[in-house]
């Protein structure tokens, strides 16, 4: 299976500054990166869809200024969470789609886990 | 009615059985179908992918696919206690993003 990968795996930061997360399709073009929230013991939440060179989609409620989205080229999205407050403390897990052969499908990163103080 | 609907268990079957994980879903339209498979505080991992009506087979899994019924499924065979984890349900509409059932979590005793 095709490889993503994330950077940091884990941050710890206090209240008012940025996080820049990185994700990294491997060993494939990403047509489209998105992101994911997940809270403890809940579901998967998609906090946006990414294309490269163009400007990510926002699910309803994400604020875009706070979770600012760059897909620079197919093997890479950076999220960074801008002004950070303890309720963002959560796992944040990039996902990449694209093809391999002639299936189009989509992996998931490690994740980063982010604890805001 | 949710688009992707999964029983969110605890399904517990004994060590060596066979494990059943059902997803139905909503949309006619959709065309790709997905199981991840979740461990506590990890991120999911991609078990199968189907496309197409009928069973697609890799090593102790099996994707069973019913566009008709709109029915998918995962079979574990031999299950082991390092699958005991939490399986998630994805359907693909050709809309942008995966739509999420929310997981059955299976348990296999030892």
């Known amino acids: 299976g095709a490889v993503v990968s994330q950077h940091p795996s884990r941050v710890i930061c206090k209240s008012g500054t940025s996080v820049k997360i990185e994700c990294r399709s491997l060993?494939?073009?990403?047509?489209?990166m998105f992101w994911y929230r997940q809270f403890p013991k809940q579901s998967l939440m998609l906090m946006a869809t990414?294309?490269?060179?163009?400007?990510?989609?926002?699910e309803q409620g994400v604020e875009k200024d706070k979770f600012l989205i760059n897909h620079a080229s197919l093997t890479l999205s950076t999220l960074t969470v801008t002004s950070a407050h303890p309720e963002d403390s959560s796992f944040y897990i990039c996902s990449a789609r694209g093809k391999q052969g002639a299936a189009e499908t989509q992996y998931f990163g490690p994740g980063t886990r982010l604890l805001v103080l | 009615q949710k688009e992707v609907e999964q029983n969110s268990g605890p399904l517990s079957v004994p060590e060596g059985a066979i494990a059943s994980l059902n997803c139905t879903y909503s949309?006619?339209?959709?065309?790709?179908f997905f199981w991840y498979r979740q461990y506590s505080g990890k991120s999911p991992e991609l078990i199968m992918f189907?496309?197409?009506?009928g069973d697609k087979e890799d090593g102790r899994f099996t994707a069973q696919l019913n566009k008709a019924s709109q029915y998918v499924s995962l079979l574990i065979r031999d299950s082991q206690p390092s699958d005991s984890a939490t399986y998630l349900c994805a359907v693909w509409a050709g809309r942008r993003a995966l739509t999420f059932g929310s997981g059955t979590r299976l348990q296999v005793q030892p």
């Open positions: 949309d006619r339209g959709s065309q790709s």
């Open positions: 189907i496309y197409s009506n």
């Open positions: 990414s294309n490269e060179g163009s400007k990510a989609t926002y």
């Open positions: 060993d494939f073009q990403a047509t489209t």
